[in-house]
């Protein structure tokens, strides 16, 4: 019984999934329409360059209009952002 409180308690810790990073952005009335492989591609963008309390802060709301830049400010990320987005546009 103890081992699974201490798992119930470690589970808090995880990141939100990328359903429910995608749900988010869906919800956002600035991205109605938004097509789902961008969406599924900004998912991925946070699942892989975002903290899980930035990932956990955005979803939950609490991140406010925080730019992506602020999220993950290397030059990669701003890069595999630009990429993906320009992936899914073209097949779209």
Known sequence: MA????????SGDESPSR?????KIKSDPQMR??????????ADWYL????????KEFVDGAAGDRPLDQVAPDEQAKAAMLDCLKSATDNG
């Open 48 to 55: 892989k360059y975002a903290t899980p309390q930035q990932i």
């Open 19 to 23: 359903d429910a990073i995608i749900a």
């Open 33 to 42: 329409g938004t097509p789902d492989e961008a969406a599924g591609c900004l």
């Open 3 to 10: 081992l699974l409180g201490a798992l119930a308690a470690c």
